[in-house]
Every structure is written in structure tokens, then in C-alpha cells.
């Protein structure tokens, strides 16, 4: 049997007599590498480690052993997390960092957490509830991370509320025709808005969208959200659009020093050329893909054929962005309903006229 030496990955024994791996490059810092040599979270790990994900990197053994420190040491070594992209593991990290830093239970033992001190921490985010959303989820993450390793048997956030959210407003058709009549095909404004309105997909997403991606009767797109790969059909006003726009450059949108967005940078242009539009505050990008979801339910489509564009993993969040088009419809058959129905009671209750 051959054996594949692996750059970089040497071996000790701990004080339990366990042997572990870890990833070193020279004199730089040790990164201890999780599960069995030449499993696939071994490997994950090693392959990050290889490319210098810093993202990836314990800063050496951090924390006693149960405590949240590290727990979350470990969660940063795991196949899970490893298996995010980039931007998504640094925002878990930013959120989770932040977590340990702010209420200071980097050192206290995981199995103590009770579901009281889940409830406090989450209610001093009551000003910020959209943090407090997306702190209660990275919560449970990490406690469901523990139970599947032993640490604690129980989930203490279980049933714990989130706070009620506000919706991004979904764009009518009246505010889509104000922007596009203020800005006309071939602009940079009216091309990403094209994209976006078109094929309902997240900004991060329509930034990165290259020429490549599309041969005239479709786009491709990998989201990087969800590593979803879809076939976009191409519509007719779309294609219009980018029959306008100069193919100079790989990836269709640039700034105006013909550079790639960055993720940042393409919702900033995007805010400020929908103010410039006269349009109201309420009017953000994200918007537009609740936009596409509702033209897509106002055309009869079913929440699956809407997820096939949008790429949505889920009906419920389906269902969520098109409650308002699938009320009006349904208030409105139900009234055509009862139209129809006095129409055929005043026909039964009129007196006939013999010939």
C-alpha cells in the first residue's frame, strides 16, 4: 500500500495519549487539524491551511477545555464551517467574535449555559433586532455544535423567540418604471437594475455575473450564498439591456474606473443611484429580488418555479416574499366569486317577462 506524505502536517501525542495533527509552514503558527488523516474534514482543514485561510487559523490553543472559547476554537476547525465560503466564515466569525468579546463567556463552560442567560443576551439586542436575529441563530449554531460533540446534552435557546423583523419592501411597478425612465438602456444604472430585476438574484451575486455566464438564451449562476448553480432563461427585456452594454470587460459590471465591484462598493453605487432616481427610502436592492418573486407569483407561478429562479432552498421563504402578490390575487377571485353570486341571485329574484 502506497502512502501520500501530506507538505506541511506533523504529529504529536497530547497528555491523553490521543495523537494529533496539526498544519505548520516553516515558523509559522501550528493549526491543529481536525478529525482523521485523510478523512474529508481533515482534508478540508489541511487544504484551507494550505492556502493560507487565515479565516481558518486558531491562534493557538485558545481556551480551557469546555469552555466557550474553546468551542468556538474547535467550530473554526470543523467541516461545517469549513465548507462556507470565504465572505460567509468571516461574517460568522465577526458575529460569534463579537459574542465572546462583548458579554465576556469566552471563559465560562458551555454546559452552564442556561436557557435565562440566552434570554438576556438576546434581550439586550432589543434596539438592534435584526442583530439579535442573527446573534440567536449563531447561538444555537454553536450549541448544536457542542451537543453533537458531547459537551452538553441539551439546547437552552430551544423555542426562544426571535424579534419580530421588518421586511424589506418589495418594489412596484410603478417605482420600477420611475427609475428606468431615469435612467436609460445603456447606462451602468439601467444594466445592473436589469440584472437584478431580472433574474431575482442577490446583489453579491449579480456583481460577480460575467459574460461568460450567459451565451444569449440563458445565465449561469453559482450563488454564493448557497452554492446553488442555476440556468437563468434569458428574458426578452434583458437581453435587450446587455445588447446595449459594451462587453469590455470579463465580469459585466465595473465602476467607472472599469474595476470589479466589491460587495460593498456595488451596494453603495446602487443606494445612491436609487436616491438619485427621486426615489423613497423605502426602496432598497434587495428589494428587487422580492420584486422578481412577485411578478414571477402574479404570472401563476408555483412557489417551486419561483424557487427555481430565485433559488430559494425553502417554500417558506418563497411563500414569504410573495404573501402580498398571492393575497391580491385570492382577494380578488374571492370578490370576482361574490360578484358573480348576487349577479345570480338578482337573475332568480327578478320577475320574468312573458313573451
Not at 473554526?76 to 461574517?91: E, Q, V
Not at 419592501?169 to 444604472?189: L, S
Amino acid at each position: 500500500m502506497s502512502v501520500i506524505r501530506l507538505k506541511h502536517v506533523d504529529r504529536f501525542l497530547d497528555r491523553h495519549g490521543r495523537t494529533r495533527l496539526y498544519f505548520r509552514r516553516g515558523k509559522g503558527p501550528r493549526i491543529l487539524l481536525p478529525g482523521h488523516a485523510g478523512s474529508a474534514e481533515f482534508m478540508l482543514a489541511y487544504q484551507a491551511a494550505l492556502a493560507g485561510d487565515e479565516m481558518c487559523r486558531p491562534k493557538g490553543q485558545r481556551g480551557k477545555t469546555g469552555t466557550f472559547d474553546r468551542l468556538v476554537q474547535e467550530y473554526y476547525s470543523s467541516a461545517a464551517y469549513l465548507r462556507m465560503t470565504a465572505s460567509t466564515r468571516r461574517n460568522y466569525q465577526l458575529v460569534i467574535d463579537r459574542l465572546l468579546r462583548d458579554e465576556k463567556i469566552g471563559h465560562r463552560l458551555v454546559a452552564q449555559m442556561t436557557r435565562q442567560h440566552v434570554q438576556q443576551i438576546i434581550g439586550r439586542r432589543a434596539e438592534t433586532p435584526g442583530a439579535g436575529h442573527d446573534l440567536l441563530k449563531k447561538i444555537r449554531i454553536l450549541l448544536h455544535f457542542a451537543i453533537d460533540n458531547g459537551w452538553r446534552k441539551d439546547d437552552p435557546a430551544v423555542r426562544i423567540k426571535n424579534f419580530a423583523l421588518g421586511e424589506f419592501h418589495t418594489w412596484t411597478e410603478e417605482e420600477i418604471a420611475q427609475f428606468e425612465a431615469h435612467w436609460a438602456i445603456g447606462t451602468r444604472e439601467r444594466t445592473a437594475f436589469a440584472l437584478l430585476v431580472f433574474t431575482g438574484q442577490r446583489a453579491s451575486d449579480v456583481k460577480a455575473m460575467s459574460w461568460a455566464d450567459q451565451d444569449g438564451t440563458a445565465i449561469r449562476v453559482v450563488q454564493g450564498k448557497t452554492g446553488a448553480k442555476l440556468r437563468i432563461p434569458m428574458h426578452p427585456a434583458l437581453g435587450h439591456v446587455l445588447a446595449a452594454w459594451p462587453k469590455t470587460n470579463l465580469v459585466m459590471l465595473v465602476t467607472s474606473f472599469g474595476k470589479p465591484f466589491t460587495s460593498k462598493g456595488f451596494s453603495n453605487f446602487m443606494a445612491d443611484k436609487i436616491s438619485e432616481a427621486g426615489l423613497p427610502d423605502r426602496c432598497v436592492t434587495h428589494g428587487l429580488r422580492k420584486a422578481a418573486a412577485r411578478r414571477l407569483a402574479e404570472a401563476g407561478c408555483s412557489s417551486k418555479e419561483i424557487a427555481a429562479i430565485t433559488g430559494h432552498t425553502t417554500l417558506k421563504e418563497i411563500e414569504r416574499y410573495t404573501k402580498a402578490a398571492e393575497q391580491t390575487m385570492l382577494a380578488t377571485a374571492a370578490i370576482g366569486r361574490l360578484e358573480k353570486q348576487d349577479a345570480n341571485k338578482k337573475s332568480q329574484t327578478s320577475p320574468k317577462v312573458w313573451e
